[in-house]
T-cell receptor, first 112, second 111 residues
Framework: SQTIHQWPATLVQPVGSPLSLECTVEGTSNPNLYWYRQAAGRGLQLLFYSVGIGQISSEVPQNLSASRPQDRQFILSSKKLLLSDSGFYLC???????????FGSGTQLSVL | RKEVEQDPGPFNVPEGATVAFNCTYSNSASQSFFWYRQDCRKEPKLLMSVYSSGNEDGRFTAQLNRASQYISLLIRDSKLSDSATYLCVPEGADSSYKLIFGSGTRLLVRP
């Protein structure tokens, strides 16, 4: 079965600083990978998804970017964080269409 | 119309009660549906998958109404541990890689 590694669990960053969140997956190959963000008390917002190496689809235009340098690695980045980037970031993975989505344990990001 | 809509609640029910939530979706081509449970500050965890008219797993039953484009989740004999937020996500046949979640329905089960 799939295992999703996401770190760190919590992160406090100043406004204007860069960001890099990494997600790695075990137990599957060529998965669909996702980045979601959840603001406090809100629902999950889809940020990016990827169906293969180097293939990234962006759902929300903003100061975040994503990359997939390897089959089971998905990275979320920002050059300059904004206060509004605070939230709970979740990486998710599934084997393909119609398959269940599994989540990593998430990163709670606070931008101050 | 939003792609996925859920009543945010909270639904406040006593232990042992039966409670039902609805999730409406706009994409009539949606083929698969998933219900997730999320505890506070934790990642969502899969509760149930629905690929046809419905699914049942113990105290939990999901039913799909394609004509009215909604899927419901019924919880029987509520337990205190059922307190959580319940998220639904439909998958469209035409854009099956993109998964948009509803904003969730919060359930509080009281003693």
């Amino acid at each position: 079965s799939q295992t999703i590694h996401q770190w760190p669990a919590t992160l406090v960053q100043p406004v204007g600083s860069p960001l890099s969140l990494e997600c790695t997956v075990e137990g599957t190959s060529n998965p669909n990978l996702y980045w979601y963000r959840q603001a406090a008390g809100r629902g999950l917002q889809l940020l990016f998804y990827s169906v293969g190496i180097g293939q990234i689809s962006s759902e929300v235009p903003q100061n975040l970017s994503a990359s997939r340098p390897q089959d089971r690695q998905f990275i979320l980045s920002s050059k300059k964080l904004l206060l509004s980037d605070s939230g709970f970031y979740l990486c998710a993975c599934r084997d393909g269409p119609r398959e269940k989505l599994f989540f990593g344990s998430g990163t709670q990001l606070s931008v101050l | 119309r939003k792609e996925v809509e859920q009543d945010p609640g909270p639904f406040n029910v006593p232990e042992g009660a039966t409670v039902a939530f609805n999730c409406t979706y706009s994409n009539s081509a949606s083929q698969s549906f998933f219900w997730y449970r999320q505890d506070c500050r934790k990642e969502p965890k899969l509760l149930m998958s629905v690929y046809s008219s419905g699914n049942e797993d113990g105290r939990f039953t999901a039913q799909l109404n394609r004509a009215s484009q909604y899927i419901s989740l019924l919880i029987r004999d509520s337990k205190l541990s059922d307190s959580a937020t319940y998220l639904c996500v439909p998958e469209g046949a035409d854009s099956s890689y993109k998964l948009i979640f509803g904003s969730g329905t919060r359930l509080l089960v009281r003693p």
